[in-house]
């Protein structure tokens, strides 16, 4: 069975602080991670990674995969109370679908 | 370009009474995946739709159903409702096949059952 598992599960910071959140992966047929944001109801888009050592950067985020621990990070530096919420990463398979299995987010709270 | 559009998005059912969801996704995308947030376990497949079929079903009794139809909407149906079948309701719609992009996901539907 497939199985996505984020790290921390919580995480509180302060204005300014940067972060690091924690994805690792055991997945069948694996194609590409996918992160998430979720601050109400619907997940948006970050980044996805296809290619292991390879860094995607948006303004204050970034993150890399390594294909071979099974493993990605997202990183968050000068965090802001707007980057409140939960961080979502998912795993699509080999197939070309989006069937992403989940992991159970970190939520992450930026406190002035 | 409107965005994934669920419907509607809150509704109370009681125990045993059957339900539906439904899910219009972004113009050109054909295949519409639900998936289920229950509090505490996450996010979790549920069906995947492309082209009016369906391709795939998660871990889920035969009480959740659903179809696509011609202009690639969707419903999702969930038949004798259970008090732990609360939870927000998320649809995704994306590409064929999801060739070179992400899933794009609806505002949800919120269902409480009671």
């Known amino acids: 069975e497939d199985k996505v598992v984020q790290s921390p599960l919580s995480l509180v910071v302060h204005e300014g602080d940067t972060v690091t959140l924690n994805c690792s992966y055991e997945v069948t047929n694996f194609r590409s991670l996918l992160w998430y944001k979720q601050e109400k109801k619907a997940p948006t888009f970050l980044f996805m990674l296809t290619s292991s050592g390879i860094e995607k950067k948006s303004g204050r985020l970034s993150s890399i995969l390594d294909k071979k621990e099974l493993f990605s990070i997202l990183n968050i530096t000068a965090t802001q109370t707007g980057d409140s919420a939960v961080y979502l990463c998912a795993s699509t398979p080999g197939a070309g679908s989006y069937q992403l299995t989940f992991g159970k987010g970190t939520k992450l709270s930026v406190i002035p | 370009e409107a965005g994934v559009t669920q419907s509607p998005t809150h509704l109370i059912k009681t125990r045993g009474q059957q339900v539906t969801l439904r899910c219009s996704p972004i113009s050109g995308h054909t295949s519409v995946y639900w998936y289920q947030q229950a509090l505490g376990l996450g996010l979790q497949f549920l069906l995947w739709?492309?082209?009016?079929?369906?391709?795939n079903r998660g871990n889920f009794p035969p009480r959740f159903s659903g179809r696509q139809f011609p202009n690639y909407s969707s419903e999702l149906n969930v038949n004798a409702l259970e008090l732990e079948d609360s939870a927000l309701y998320l649809c995704a719609s994306s590409l064929l096949g999801g060739a070179g992009t992400e899933a794009f996901f609806g505002q949800g539907t919120r269902l409480t059952v009671v």
């Open positions: 739709y492309d082209e009016g079929e369906e391709r």
